[in-house]
Each structure stands twice: as structure tokens, then as C-alpha cells.
């Protein structure tokens, strides 16, 4: 086997070790963040359901549905621990306003473009729902909602 087929084959070795890693990394960031909106804001009779989830590195952007009401959050992890930034709705798909907000140029891109491509899964209707906090449509501003308070 010559050096360079014995590199190209330990290279996808390499890279078929860590995504595993990657994707478990992944789905642990997920589930603490879906466990931190949760414990934040679930109420008895209005649980949150938090998804889709997208990661990269120590930030991320979750989409929320609680009841008639939907949003995104904006988190990033210090520490180890994942804090809420802020909830807001369609301007956290804009990656100046992410930069904007302090997030590393790279980062806000890639949290944008992961996001889009997670929410084509998603039924348009709920998508529309994620972009209403803090607008005109936002049933929160008509009545009281315990997302409103931090």
C-alpha cells in the first residue's frame, strides 16, 4: 500500500472517529439547552418544546413554541454552562445583528445557515411562529405570557 493511499485511508479513519464524538458533543449541547428552556419557563399547564436546536461552539439558536406563542433564544456557553442571551424572533436570522450582539463573524454565519437549513424540515406554519416574539403579531404584547419575564 503506497504512503499516500495509507494516508488517505488513516485520514477518513481520523474523521469517521470524531464524528461520532462531534455529533454526540452535539446532541449533549442540545439537550442541556432544551433542559435549560425547559426549566426556565415551563409552566403546568404550558410546557416549552424547544427545537430545532443549532450549535457552534460556545453559542447557539433554539427555537421555542409555548402554547399559541414561538420564538428563538440566544444562548452561549461559559464555563461549561449554557445561559438564555436573549429571546427575540426573525432578526436572530441576521447575522450582522448577531455580530452586532458580540458573536465571533464565523459563528453568527454558521448559527444562521445551520438554523435555515434545520427549519426546511420544519412545517412553515410553526417556522412563522418562531419569527413573531417582540412584533405587532406577538400574542404576548395582547396578554400575559411567562416567557415576558426574566
Same mark, same amino acid.
Given at each position: 500500500?503506497?504512503?499516500?493511499?495509507? +494516508? @488517505?485511508? #488513516?485520514?477518513?479513519?481520523?474523521?469517521?472517529?470524531?464524528?461520532?464524538?462531534?455529533?454526540?458533543?452535539?446532541?449533549? +449541547? %442540545?439537550?442541556?439547552?432544551?433542559?435549560?428552556?425547559?426549566?426556565? &419557563?415551563?409552566?403546568? /399547564?404550558?410546557?416549552? =418544546?424547544?427545537?430545532?436546536?443549532?450549535?457552534?461552539?460556545? &453559542?447557539?439558536?433554539?427555537?421555542?413554541?409555548?402554547?399559541?406563542? *414561538?420564538?428563538?433564544?440566544?444562548?452561549?456557553?461559559? %464555563?461549561?454552562?449554557?445561559?438564555?442571551?436573549?429571546?427575540?424572533?426573525?432578526? #436572530?436570522?441576521?447575522?450582522?445583528?448577531?455580530?452586532? +450582539? *458580540?458573536?465571533?463573524?464565523? @459563528?453568527?454565519?454558521?448559527?444562521?445557515?445551520?438554523?435555515?437549513?434545520? =427549519?426546511?424540515?420544519?412545517?412553515?406554519?410553526?417556522?412563522?411562529? #418562531?419569527?413573531? #416574539? *417582540?412584533?405587532?403579531? /406577538?400574542?404576548?404584547?395582547?396578554?400575559?405570557? +411567562?416567557?415576558?419575564? %426574566?
Amino acid at each position: 500500500m503506497g504512503v499516500r493511499r495509507l +494516508a @488517505t485511508v #488513516f485520514a477518513a479513519w481520523l474523521l469517521a472517529a470524531a464524528c461520532p464524538t462531534a455529533l454526540a458533543q452535539a446532541d449533549d +449541547a %442540545q439537550a442541556r439547552i432544551r433542559d435549560l428552556i425547559a426549566g426556565t &419557563y415551563d409552566q403546568p /399547564d404550558h410546557t416549552v =418544546e424547544t427545537a430545532p436546536i443549532v450549535v457552534d461552539g460556545d &453559542y447557539a439558536l433554539a427555537d421555542w413554541i409555548q402554547g399559541e406563542k *414561538g420564538g428563538r433564544a440566544l444562548l452561549r456557553r461559559t %464555563q461549561g454552562q449554557w445561559q438564555i442571551l436573549a429571546c427575540g424572533g426573525d432578526a #436572530f436570522k441576521d447575522v450582522k445583528l448577531l455580530k452586532d +450582539a *458580540g458573536i465571533p463573524a464565523g @459563528t453568527a454565519s454558521t448559527l444562521v445557515a445551520r438554523l435555515n437549513q434545520a =427549519e426546511r424540515s420544519v412545517d412553515p406554519a410553526r417556522v412563522k411562529r #418562531f419569527g413573531l #416574539f *417582540g412584533t405587532a403579531d /406577538d400574542s404576548r404584547l395582547k396578554a400575559p405570557h +411567562a416567557h415576558a419575564q %426574566q
